[in-house]
């Protein structure tokens, strides 16, 4: 006879709950926001059923109700309502990120507000950076970057997540955000930001798609892993306090790398094209959505993520 079999342990629920190994729990999640101008605006991404382009107002009731179903955190991002070459609507107090970052913090303060710290959003070429030419220059763009990393923290954010990729972001934030006494405001870099496919549903939704060539000579080429550790080494030595791999569901040999190799708390970005994959399928009925979103997220957690960034949050939140 076997004396071994695994199966025992696997015989009903409570039993299975007992040696679960990995449990998702809403408060890994972080919510994301797209924020616009104007007044009482709720208009639903076509790329992303169920996610919608929010006006202040509309994004501040929707911020009430995601600290309500427990998730603990937004990351905002936003719509400009005018873009110049150097993008500098980033960083103007009155854009919707600022303004909804302000909004949120006073009417949920316990919910960890992110800002999303890029100029592609802002810049009429949709690049990350300052161009040089057709050349993004790093040590311009890291100027412009401080800039906007303390306009989002001075409106009330509580962690600011640069996105850009350029060389000396971290330290360079770090510095502009001492120099202004924002020493409590944590960075959470996106470290290991593959130039990826996954994007395009989230470059129609926050309208910044780059006009002329791809963002491959500064995100990462996604053959690489010795390059992603490289790049969190960097990081960490920079002084970011939270380290993210994006995306998540093609990169999970990337998390578990990462998580083995330092002890500060890791982050995931579940992206715009793994949703978007996601609800069309399952609006076909061709997948159980809940099943699916389910799994993702629990292999994200098992992978080594602390947390995740997903569209899918308040569902979750729901189920859970
Ligand atoms: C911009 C930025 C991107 C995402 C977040 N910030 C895309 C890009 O590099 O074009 C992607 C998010 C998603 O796809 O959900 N720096
Ligand atoms: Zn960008």
Redesign the pocket.
């Known amino acids: 006879m076997l004396k071994l079999r695994p199966r025992r342990l696997r015989l009903n629920e409570n039993l299975r709950s007992m040696v679960r190994e990995t449990n998702l729990s809403v408060k890994n999640l972080i919510y994301p926001l797209f924020v616009v101008a104007g007044e009482n605006v709720r208009e639903e991404i076509s790329s992303m059923p169920d996610v919608y382009h929010l006006s202040v107002d509309n994004a501040v009731e929707l911020a009430k109700k995601i600290s309500d179903a427990g998730i603990p955190s937004v990351e905002v991002f936003g719509l400009p309502e005018y873009k110049d070459d150097i993008g500098s609507s980033a960083w103007d107090m009155n854009s919707p990120v600022q303004r909804a970052i302000a909004a949120i913090k006073k009417s949920v303060p316990e919910l960890v507000i992110v800002g ?1 710290v ?1 100029l ?1 959003q802002y810049t009429t070429h949709g690049h ?1 950076g300052k161009l040089c030419g057709h050349y993004v220059d790093n040590d311009e763009t890291l100027k412009l970057l401080q800039k906007v990393a303390v306009s989002q923290a001075e409106a009330g954010a509580d962690i600011v997540a640069p ?2 990729m350029m060389d000396g972001r971290v330290a360079a934030i770090r510095d502009a955000l001492d120099e202004k006494n924002l020493i409590n405001v944590s960075i959470m870099s996106y470290a290991v930001k593959y130039a990826s496919g ?2 395009a ?3 129609d939704a926050a309208d ?1 798609a780059p006009q002329f060539g791809d ?1 491959k000579q500064y ?1 990462m080429d996604c053959a690489n892993v010795r390059e992603a550790l490289k790049e969190v080494e960097l990081d960490l030595a920079e002084g970011a306090d939270i380290i993210m791999v994006k995306p998540a569901l093609a990169y999970l040999d990337v998390v578990a790398k990462v998580r083995e190799q330092i002890n500060r708390p890791v982050a995931v ?1 579940n ?3 793994e949703y978007a994959m996601v609800k069309a399928a399952s609006a076909n009925g061709w997948i159980d959505e809940r099943r699916i979103v389910t799994e993702n997220l629990t292999s994200m957690k098992r992978a080594g993520a602390d947390m995740i960034i997903t569209y899918h949050a308040l569902d979750v939140a729901e189920w859970l």
């Open positions: 999303d890029c592609c990350c996105s850009d996954y994007y549903p989230f470059r910044s963002r995100q970005y992206v715009s094209g």
